[in-house]
């Protein structure tokens, strides 16, 4: 696939994450009281529902990505995997995707705004920094490498099933999204956070590239870092190709051997010729 193509997938796909994501509040809200989740004592109920809704989309998108050729909706999953020599992608290719996600997420953020009933858009809205500037970029780095650690371990050295891969993502996001609630929203998406920063106009604060750029990045690259400490680069050492290797270095030394005693044989037959002839 092209970087065009890429591109464009990866606004696409961006677009649609922020826009459903947005959409958890007004849907949970209306599938509560036909689940009986709701009312007095259930207050947890639209909880449980957001949960199962974002775990459906996780896997949904992990779909969508591959299907559109390795599309992503995270900047800090392209910055990891291509700092991890895992992808392709390099600072030219990295300058062009991770644009088109900030154009999708800011596309995204502008359609629901659109779309969403009057009573529902009260809901709407990003990841917002509750504790000082510091905490705050302290929390999504140590978020941000959680979850980068997590994502590259489960889908490299992780069980093979891919449906069990996701599993471990999916509990791992949901886990930091619950314990960085009171810091920063949490976003471990500087893409979504852009979208929704432009649309308050607050893309250009310094809060927001500290938080919710700078941070995730620190942590995604430290990540790579721990990845590479604790498991040893990319990929295992594969022991096929040393038993291959040496199968062929025996095949060939065996060759020499059988060279060698062929000119052996040549020498002491040629010797015994010539003693014939002098004879």
């Not at 030219?92 to 779309?115: D, K, N, Y």
């Not at 620190?218 to 680069?233: H, P």
Request: with cysteine; glycine share 12%; charged share 15%.
């Amino acid at each position: 696939m092209g970087l065009a193509r890429k591109a464009v997938a990866d606004a696409s796909i961006t677009f649609l994450w922020v826009f459903c994501m947005a959409s958890l509040g007004a849907v949970s809200t209306e599938v509560a009281p036909l689940l009986g989740l709701d009312g007095p004592g259930k207050g947890k109920g639209k909880m449980y529902i957001v949960f199962a809704l974002v775990s459906f989309l996780i896997f949904f998108f992990s779909f969508l990505g591959q299907a559109l050729g390795g599309a992503s909706w995270n900047p800090t999953a392209l910055v990891a995997f291509s700092y991890a020599g895992v992808s392709k992608d390099d600072l030219f290719t990295l300058g062009v995707r991770l644009p088109a996600q900030m154009a999708g997420a800011v596309g995204g953020a502008l359609t629901i705004m659109e779309v969403m009933p009057k009573k529902y858009k009260h809901m709407l809205g990003g990841p917002k920094l509750k504790v000082p500037l510091q905490t705050g970029v302290i929390a999504e780095t140590i978020l941000t490498f959680t979850i980068t650690l997590i994502v590259m371990w489960a889908l490299l050295r992780g069980p093979a099933n891919r449906f069990m891969k996701t599993c471990i993502i999916i509990g791992a996001t949901i886990a930091l999204v619950i314990a960085g609630g009171a810091y920063t929203g949490p976003a471990m998406n500087p893409a979504n956070a852009f979208g929704w920063a432009f649309v308050s106009n607050q893309h250009t604060s310094w809060e927001h590239f500290a938080v919710y750029w700078a941070g995730p990045m620190i942590g995604t690259i430290f990540a790579v870092w721990a990845f590479k400490l604790l498991f040893g680069g990319r990929s295992a050492p594969k022991a096929p190709k040393k038993k291959a290797s040496s199968k062929k270095a025996k095949k060939s030394g065996s060759g020499v051997s059988a060279a060698k005693s062929k000119k052996v044989e040549q020498e002491s037959s040629d010797d015994v010729a010539g003693k014939v002839k002098a004879s």
